[in-house]
């Protein structure tokens, strides 16, 4: 199965990290007649707000015009989501770009999409590995556009186990006392931040305890804070980290923690994944030890162009990925820069 990174025009030294080449630019599709349907998962949802936005604007400034992209709101339902799909069929677009309210799902909706002969795009969450290959081995014009998931829970593990047990272990029992917050569970991205965050401590050399079972917050802030002010109340001063796989429920954890009593960097830590605004501003001021940019822009631009190109009659790899860059202290203030 073929694999291709991309990153975008980002300063690769203001952000400390290696970033990919730019793609090469699709090749020249007269675009200006185009329909492109776009389903969102759910729009109430900050990153995928963030990540639609990018979508629609970047498909303008590439010569969509702004009647021809369509975009729906799944609002979390498997059965809605899939009428929108129908809708577009039936309406003819000439591109699909899809976040999936539920990834299983990806074979029905890749066999009725490709039956209609139209170029189909998944973004944020990605089906099985195994249905890739069947688009590859098909030939289909499909493809995935995001990250590798499994990237931002080890950055997550990182930014923790560099602190040092030292730093951590406040209770002093030599080890990492830790809850979990974990995203949806139907999610790919949810499940490796869950596995990668905790397998890059380990192998960083420090023990680690969790001190309940992993509890699922849906990626919402509500449930964060819901969640986390329970952890607070039973495991008091034992919890010294706060694992959660994005930023709007980290935000809400750090509300629990606050309203605890409790500071991070003091007395406890706390990481995300996103880089929302107020995550990378409560990074910089100190209230949350780190998180990870979700490069929604180049995620956004690639998903664009993997459309465009197969307009232009290009074949795309199956699955392409950007990269995710760690965000602590000391880039917070270039990654905020640069989403300006
Ligand atoms: C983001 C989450 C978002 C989810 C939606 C993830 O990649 O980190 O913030 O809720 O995608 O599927």
């Known amino acids: 199965m073929s694999k291709k990174w991309f990153g975008i025009a980002l ?11 730019i793609p090469a630019a699709a090749e020249e599709a007269d675009v200006a007649d185009k329909k492109v349907g776009i389903c969102i998962y759910q729009f109430a949802d900050n990153f995928m707000t963030l990540f639609r936005g990018e979508l629609e604007n970047y498909l303008v400034d590439q010569g969509f015009t702004a009647e021809n992209i369509t975009i729906q709101d799944g609002k979390n339902d498997i059965n809605e989501q899939s009428n929108q799909i129908d809708a577009f069929i039936a309406d003819g677009v000439d591109a699909l770009i899809i976040n999936l309210v539920d990834p299983s799902n990806a074979p029905t909706v890749t066999d009725k999409v490709v039956a209609a002969g139209i170029p189909l795009v998944y973004i944020n969450r990605e089906p099985e590995e195994s249905e890739e290959q069947r688009w590859a081995d098909n030939g289909w014009n499909v493809t995935y556009v995001g990250c590798d998931a499994r990237q931002s829970g080890t950055y997550q593990g990182e930014i923790i ?9 406040f209770n002093g029992n030599g080890k990492v006392d830790y809850v979990m917050v974990m995203g949806d569970p139907a999610n790919s991205d949810a499940q490796y931040r869950t ?34 002010t329970n952890d607070l109340a039973q495991f008091a001063d034992d919890l010294e980290v706060v694992f959660c796989n994005n930023d709007a429920m980290a935000l809400g954890a750090l509300e629990a923690i606050k309203a605890a ?24 001021d100190g209230s949350m030890t780190g998180t990870v940019f979700n490069n929604h822009i180049a995620q956004a ?7 465009i190109a197969f307009l232009a009659g290009e074949a795309q790899d199956v699955q392409q990925y950007c990269d995710y860059v760690k965000v602590t202290k000391e ?10």
């Open 161 to 169: 186990a560099d602190l040092g047990i030292d730093a951590i272990d």
């Open 261 to 284: 009593g409790r500071t991070v960097g003091e007395d406890i830590y706390l990481v995300g994944v996103d880089a929302l605004d107020e995550a990378i501003d409560d990074v910089i």
């Open 301 to 307: 631009d690639g998903a664009a162009d993997a459309a």
């Open 195 to 228: 596995e990668f965050s905790i397998k890059a401590v380990e192998e960083a050399g420090l023990e680690v305890n969790a001190l309940r079972d992993t509890q699922i917050g849906n990626w919402q802030q509500e449930e964060g804070n819901r969640i986390v």
């Open 331 to 340: 880039n917070a203030e270039d990654i905020k820069a640069l989403l300006q």
């Open 11 to 21: 300063s690769a030294a203001l952000i400390g990290t290696a970033m990919c080449a």
